[in-house]
């Protein structure tokens, strides 16, 4: 296999190290069941240290692509969903996982705070985006817009003008990442389709009736939950 | 309607209320979209203070049973689903569903542990048990014991012995909790049935990749689902 | 008293009310002990719900600004501390205190990250604009540009350039809040200006060993206890 | 260096090793300064697998008793304070930091649970706990009964059995990690003596005015902070 890995200075080192091994596991230079190359093979063809090569082998671990088994190495367990492949550059797989990383806290706050100050009219806006989002999808469109659109009156409901400017920063991300999820729910079951829209009611619900840890986490179970099936189509395919 | 409360000077006033109220609506006294006494009713009645009042109400409204309309007071929403009020007496609700509160912060770090610490033979009794479970919930029978015992290897997997000591304290409880919730399940959908095992089996492949915060997240949504299942007929039903 | 209240529509009802009786206690028309106006004199005279009341009054309660007894109301429990009156216009406290709560999940998230992938590098950046900011404080001047590459210098070292952009979106608000407190500092004990040092030291110190639940924690303790200086004079004063 | 490690069939292989690491450590068989046996020399000399060595390394680490330097190896940095060597068997030291991983989410969770909940009478019983432990400190005794109280008082507060089921069950372990942190703080400067006194004020504040999430902090900071000075000469001594 092919080591030459090309080195970006402005990019963190595990991030690209993670990029070039995810992309050529999308490509098929890597096969389900191939032995990765050693920790020692990587770090003289990369030239970075071991803490960098175990954190972009971990991430990979994390997110069901590879898995490892004692004093044998790394291999590869599955080729990601063809949606993430279809719909992403494998170099934009990774900052689209960072996104959905620094949403997971933060949404999580502003759903608890939302559960706590939202009023009437605040649900309602909450509740349009939703039954929006969930006839667009009905109808096998992409609803990402609906879908920002949720998320943000969910923002405009904690009634702090703070989480409405973070969102407002994270917008093209959030989009992008959208975008690739719903593309793939769509080419899903209608299981999944479902699922996807009652994770959506179940945050309204807990908003709506002021459960605050309720709200916390059926934010966050969304979001992570969202990650997941970007990387792993076993799970609710 | 008698609004006739009796006061037991060992339980929490608000817990008392709580059940009390709770009592009515399963007995039908109160039905849906009947108005609840007003604040000043109950107080006379009970002789307690406002925010006993506030809290018994808030916690009815939170598990779906009540809701209240700005200055016209609070309004039966619905009867507990058939099976709660099958499967429990109206007096042990209350401290059921305080179970699942002290379950949920507890459980969710037992979780993020055990995704640090977990042996293959820790991973395999957690699976053992989620497989057993799923052969008796097929089977169409009652698994409390493997439900109990897919928690408790987790604990176990943990590495800290204080947490398989303290699901010790609570096994009587926890059993009462999971027979009235898979009593539930058990007359469903089959798509609820579904999920109650998807719910577990994400646990456990949290636990196994090693995502520490996937497992508590995990854990603690399967645990707040529960309860909502409990108390709450039309999610998922 | 004076209950004549203005109301602008773009602005939180309940911000409203908060801003507006905080500015009534930092005037010196409501003093220490004064009884604060019944919830149906100022239903009527701001003509607003009784849960948005409720709001302000809750929240001027969690700021130790007020107490309230049962039955008889509302007090004054205290004016805010000499140098929050001194060095912030009271219209714009409620937005300050908005940042630390928007904040708080966020920087405790990123802390728990930089602490799974600082690397050598990015601690040295951390425990310099430490070291800066402790240096400029024992001098006596104001060290909130410091202060604030202390945090920014940890969102580097998360590895997620989200975390960046969302603190560059905080920034005029994040120094804005520095000064006031570091204002309050500076004239305060030489305890509590040891005490501010030992948090962003303990924060260092938990990211530097690795330690993702110290982290998370220290820096959430840090930012609570900074918006408690803030609005609280008897503690650590 | 004796690499003479014995194996207990019963205890968790990566605590033997952490233990009998520190027992070396305490015992000055390892001194400052001193290299740790690499990690193929304690895989054969105690037949354990990489990731076991790993774990009990990270918490040494994590315990600010040893440093690894990149390709160097780990490396003694402090002995434990002599407060634990002289109040704590050495065999006994993983089982009480165990003891406060355990504590740590479940008491930040009860404290936010008696925020919501505590009635006066509650609060009467903490602060009323809270002066007997400051008055018995002062005087220059080890107050582990009246913390242990300060404790117990806040579940009680907290309106779940549960809870105070949950802190019974770990009294013992629980009073005699209090008894070495009071040991230790009671030989240490005067500082650190109103240090811990002024967190333990700091949770009842954040009970007292209903602050869930400042409750939640306190408590779980106190905790964190404890476990800190324990294994760790430098910080507050």
Not at 9 to 37: H, N, T
């Amino acid at each position: 296999m092919d080591l030459n890995f090309q080195i970006n200075k402005r990019e963190k080192l595990s991030d690209q190290l993670y990029g070039q091994l995810l992309k050529k596991i999308v490509a098929g230079e890597l096969k389900e069941g191939d032995k990765l190359p050693s920790e020692n093979e990587i770090a003289q063809a990369f030239q970075v240290s071991r803490p960098v090569i175990r954190e972009a082998l971990m991430r990979l671990q994390a997110d069901g692509l590879i898995y490892s088994r004692q004093g044998a190495g790394s291999f590869v367990k599955a080729r990601p969903p063809e949606g993430l492949i279809k719909f992403t550059a494998p170099s934009d797989i990774a900052g689209l996982l960072r996104c959905f990383e620094a949403r997971l806290p933060l949404e999580g706050a502003i759903a608890s705070l939302a559960a706590q100050r939202a009023t009437e009219e605040d649900l309602k806006a909450i509740e349009s985006a939703l039954i929006k989002m969930e006839d667009i999808m009905n109808k096998g469109a992409i609803a990402d817009k609906a879908d920002f659109d949720f998320h943000m009156a969910i923002a405009n409901a904690a009634g702090n003008e703070f989480c409405v400017s973070i969102l407002s920063t994270l917008h093209t991300a959030m989009r992008s990442g959208m975008r690739v999820a719903l593309n793939i729910t769509k080419t899903g079951s209608k299981e999944r389709l479902k699922k996807v829209q009652e994770e959506h009611r179940t945050i309204y619900d807990a908003i709506a009736i002021g459960d605050v840890t309720a709200a916390d986490l059926a934010m966050r179970y969304h979001i992570q939950s969202a990650r997941t099936r970007l990387m792993n189509h076993q799970r609710g395919a």
